[in-house]
């Protein structure tokens, strides 16, 4: 028994969204109206077209989240790097006096 396959070939498509590839998206038209998306050459998808107008970017968000970034680049924009755990904001304590003493708040 041999120790490989060669399996293919494969035809898919690059996918875009705001004219940047989605990386780890790839999409295959099939009959019927139907757009067949794979996640990383291991978890594929079959929607209407029709879904496709809003899941493909809903998808394309959730993978630059999971890389770092805030979301996938809209026209113009740059990638914007994420900063997972913001510095806390500071609490300051204000002192007002009244009189002699000073008041807390």
Not at 63 to 87: L, Q, W
Request: proline residues 11%.
């Amino acid at each position: 028994m041999s120790d490989y396959e060669i399996v293919g070939p494969f035809e898919s498509y690059w996918v875009l969204v705001g004219d940047r590839q989605v990386p780890f998206l790839k999409a295959t038209p099939a009959n019927g109206g139907i757009i067949r998306l794979t996640l990383d050459q291991r978890y594929g998808v079959d929607v209407p077209v029709a879904d496709a107008e809003w899941l493909i970017p809903f998808v394309a968000d959730c993978i630059a989240v999971a890389m770092g970034y805030t979301c996938h680049p809209r026209p113009g924009m740059k990638p914007v790097r994420s900063v997972p755990f913001p510095p806390v904001h500071g609490i300051e304590q204000l002192e007002a006096t009244n009189g002699d003493s000073p008041a807390r708040w």
